[in-house]
């Protein structure tokens, strides 16, 4: 486990000497991407300027919302961005030598580096969250925050299991970089409260297809009160997404018949 860490913070230090390198390219990026949230804000600001609530949404709650599904993916942004390289891999043949490294390959194409200007959506998503909670008027309980970050948690682990099964796929398509655009639609989708589905949608995106655990349910801990019934649910739904990935990966890397041949 000592080595693990070793070469976790290794990973970290040489990400964040790349992006120091040019100093003014990583602060215009964290610029950028705070600016993309506050662009998000203005959006929100025009909508619930003629009504002042949307499937019992009220506009503090959308901030909370809006806040935590920028959060959830400026987290794993930063800290899987290398998932999205799985495919370069496999084309330039690198791949090869990934496995045959004395780590394992999966941690290694999951943390090999850090996307560090991804932490301007998040610092401009916790000023969101703030603007949220003082506009609704809302104070979350000890036991409500912890389901919060728990929940945060689940989502980031959803939202990792689905992004490395999907780019592990380039071992049998070999040209699938475009699939990220497919994870962000999942979350302008999730941008939005589940509650304007009909029923029958809403199941389906809790139950089936766990969209529901990417922002709203969480950020419902804090606006409609603690539901320790749907905490297990996400805890489940993540558990079980990360055995199903961790199986997929090590299915895909069996069956890889290196660059070579």
Request: proline share 3%; aromatic share 14%; with cysteine.
């Amino acid at each position: 486990m000592s080595r693990i860490w070793r070469v976790y913070r290794t990973f970290w230090v040489s990400s964040l000497a790349r992006e120091l390198e040019f100093r003014a390219n990583f602060l215009a990026k964290l610029l950028q991407n705070a600016t993309w949230v506050g662009f998000s804000l203005l959006v929100l600001l025009a909508i619930y300027r003629n009504t002042p609530s949307i499937a019992n949404w009220g506009r503090g709650e959308a901030f909370i919302l809006v806040a935590t599904c920028f959060a959830m993916s400026a987290l794993f942004s930063a800290m899987f961005f290398s998932l999205m390289e799985i495919p370069e891999h496999i084309r330039r043949g690198t791949l090869d030598y990934i496995l045959t490294k004395p780590l394992d390959s999966q941690f290694w194409v999951s943390m090999r580096r850090f996307n560090f200007d991804r932490l301007g959506a998040l610092l401009a998503g916790i000023v969101m969250l703030v603007i949220g909670l003082v506009q609704s008027g809302l104070h979350p309980s000890f036991w409500q925050w912890v389901a919060y970050l728990l929940l945060i948690k689940v989502a980031i682990a959803l939202f990792y299991s689905a992004n490395l099964i999907m780019m592990t796929t380039a071992i049998w398509l070999v040209r699938v970089d475009n699939l990220w655009v497919l994870g962000e639609t999942v979350l302008d989708i999730a941008r939005y409260p589940i509650d304007i589905f009909p029923m029958s949608v809403r199941r389906a995106f809790t139950y089936g297809i766990p969209l529901a655990f990417l922002a709203t349910v969480p950020a419902s801990q804090l606006t409609r009160g603690l539901n320790l019934i749907h905490v297990g649910i996400g805890v489940a739904w993540a558990l079980g997404a990360l055995l199903a990935s961790r199986l997929f990966w090590l299915y895909a890397t069996r069956n890889y018949a290196s660059a070579s041949s």
